[in-house]
């Protein structure tokens, strides 16, 4: 099973940006994704993208602040998050699925153990 291991979350003031980055042991998929989920709340999809074709999908919520990349020669992806807000805060993960146009957790079934990013206002 590939290990994915997050890095990158910290605390930044509204307006502010972080670079948040998936170290993959491997690509067993080919989509990755990055989730977050605050407290109380479900889990909810974020970006993703392929190692093959490096096609995106944002969530609506991120488009034009988030951008995802990845690093085919070392098994990295990266979450770019500029102009972020309060509601940016909570935990980050990234996920290997099939598809990057899947949206649920359930059509991901490899996990990291999550960053913690904090937005203060």
């Known amino acids: 099973q590939v290990q994915l291991v997050e890095s990158g979350g910290g605390l930044v003031q509204a307006g502010g940006w972080l670079r948040l980055s998936c170290a993959a042991s491997?690509?067993?998929?080919?989509?990755m994704a990055w989730f977050r989920q605050s407290p109380g709340k479900e889990r909810e999809f974020v970006a993703s993208?392929?190692?093959?074709?490096?096609?995106?999908n944002y969530a609506d919520s991120v488009k034009g602040r988030f951008t995802i990349s990845r690093e085919t020669a070392t098994n990295t992806v990266y979450l770019q998050m500029n102009d972020l807000k309060p509601e940016d805060t909570g935990v980050y993960y990234c996920?290997?699925?099939?598809?990057?146009?899947?949206?649920?957790?359930?059509?991901?079934?490899?996990w990291g153990q999550g960053t913690q990013v904090t937005v203060s206002s």
């Open positions: 996920a290997t699925g099939y598809n990057l146009w899947r949206i649920s957790i359930r059509d991901y079934d490899n």
């Open positions: 993208t392929t190692w093959n074709t490096a096609i995106t």
């Open positions: 491997g690509r067993s998929r080919d989509a």
